[in-house]
């Protein structure tokens, strides 16, 4: 049996080694949903975009290869009623961006913390 040990992988350019074709997730973000929105960390997101109450939109760094990836969104309720908080995650056919959308008692609501993970190939 071999053991691979190493504190730097490069890839033959002589960059970062970047995630290709594995299943690891291939953006996430952690933002704040109330006020004026912003990123608390991130992966392969290079800005938000605050589509109104309870709608957001993250912006990928890089590319997906189509619009059919998949995206999972949590998000923290400002209710107690957790019978109708609901988050919602979607690419709309776009390659560039993922949409998180969060609800309570059935209408959107902003919230203070919104996740989203993006499975999928880069482009």
Do not use: C, P
Request: hydrophobic share 30%; aromatic share 6%.
């Amino acid at each position: 049996m071999s053991t691979l040990k190493a504190d730097t992988i490069q890839s033959t350019g002589g960059g970062a080694a970047t995630l290709t074709k594995q299943h690891a997730s291939k953006s996430w973000a952690n933002f704040s949903g109330t006020g004026t929105i912003a990123l608390t960390d991130s992966f392969n997101v290079a800005s938000l975009t605050d589509g109104g109450t309870g709608k957001y939109d993250t912006n990928f760094t890089n590319s997906m290869s189509n619009g059919t990836f998949a995206i999972h969104v949590n998000s923290d309720a400002n209710t107690t009623n957790d019978a109708f908080n609901r988050t919602a995650g979607g690419s709309n056919n776009t390659t560039a961006k993922g949409h998180a959308r969060h609800y309570e008692s059935n209408s959107l609501a902003d919230t203070a913390l919104i996740i989203t993970t993006v499975h999928g190939d880069l482009a």
